[in-house]
């Protein structure tokens, strides 16, 4: 998958913008808080209707502006499309595909497939659940229309439950509408559970190899998913831990809860590995995201790197650097010095500044 032009008008510090970037690598530098990372921003909700930073819409839009727009230009395996998407303050945001409208932001998912990398994600490990909860989804709706179908319908169920948890004090009323939520959750989430399992192995299976070449053979590394409940098990579980969950007012069983373990040469690198090797399992977890995409999905994804070399040592940078030849990447940095010094591979440099870009070379 190739971007070939992205437009921006009023999405965050971009007035107006028009830019066709090249096949390889595309560098943006420029100071800090110039609009390096916004750029990136924008390819990712234009390609995922998300942002990275799970801000709300209104924020994508410039301050002086009522809506933003994206538009973005890709060509997939010799197919063009094309994406357009307006951002309103007040309104859901607006959709379509080659010019027709979507009728939800999910049917977007899988037609542009992109990696961010930022320094934050260099810390998924020690962080919380959450965030590799995270990690997983935004990768699986990339992958399975079936999986993004199923975990949104089981989000909005256990939202649904959570309130009623909260909110109703007659009894008889509450067991009855609870049994109601908590088929839908089994019949949802089950779904869930069994696509993550296959997930975290495909990623396992991709991630240990890479890992090993980083650390030159000295560490193994594997990944466990710790499931809250497993998929046979969730209606008996659900069922069993009913008046607990009335009493502490919340949803204590389900994949919402899920979360997975690290291991390095055996050891759970949460609780026991040094930051060094934390960030080296990371960057191992984030590269084995571009193979997975071309693995499963047949072609090769855009890859959004943020600041993130500076982040680096000399030979994870190389690392990181080898595994991207023939990817389409746009990467941020303060200076060219690094690539210059380094000899690192650059096909267009575009200079970043105050929210307007010029391309360089």
């Known amino acids: 998958m190739i971007i070939e032009s992205i437009d921006l008008k009023d999405f ?79 309104r859901s945001k607006g959709i379509a595909l080659n010019g027709m409208a979507l009728r939800r932001a999910s049917e977007l998912f899988g037609i542009a497939k992109v990696v961010f990398f930022s320094p934050e994600d260099l810390s998924i490990i020690k962080n919380g659940p959450g965030e590799r909860r995270r990690f997983t989804d935004m990768e699986l709706c990339q992958l399975d229309r079936l999986y993004t179908h199923d975990l949104i319908s089981y989000n909005r169920v256990i939202n649904q439950k959570n309130i009623l948890l909260k909110s109703i004090t007659d009894e008889a009323e ?85 979360d997975i373990s690290f291991f390095v040469n055996g050891l759970d690198l949460r609780h026991f590995g040094s930051q060094g090797q934390q960030r080296t399992a990371a960057l191992s977890l984030k590269l084995s995201e571009i193979k997975l995409i071309e693995k499963y999905a047949g072609e090769k994804p855009v890859l959004l790197l943020d600041d993130v070399l500076s982040e680096l040592d000399r030979s994870r940078q190389e690392m990181l650097l080898d595994s991207i030849e023939e990817v389409q990447t746009f990467m941020t940095c303060t200076g060219l010095d690094d690539f210059i010094d380094n000899r690192f591979h650059i096909d267009k440099v575009f200079r970043v500044e105050n929210g307007k870009i010029a391309e360089e070379n």
């Open 12 to 90: 965050r510090n971009y007035r107006e913008l028009s830019l066709e970037p090249v096949k390889g690598i595309n560098i943006l530098y420029g100071d800090n808080a110039q609009g390096k990372t916004n750029l990136l921003e924008a390819v990712y909700v234009g390609c995922t209707s998300k942002s990275h930073r799970a801000v709300k819409d209104r924020e994508l839009i410039n301050f002086d502006s009522d809506e933003s727009h994206i538009k973005i230009n890709l060509k997939k395996n010799d197919v063009p499309y094309r994406i357009d998407m307006h951002i309103k303050k007040n």
């Open 174 to 258: 509450l067991h009855q509408m609870l049994d109601i939520y908590n088929s839908q959750l089994v019949k949802y989430g089950s779904g869930v559970i069994k696509k993550r399992q296959a997930f975290i192995d495909a990623v396992a299976e991709l991630t240990a190899p890479l890992h090993r070449e980083i650390t030159s053979g000295k560490e193994e590394l594997s990944l466990g998913y710790d499931k809250n409940v497993e998929a046979e098990a969730f209606e008996s579980e659900i069922k069993k831990n009913t008046e607990r969950e009335i009493r502490q007012r919340m949803s204590l069983i389900g994949p919402h809860r899920d």
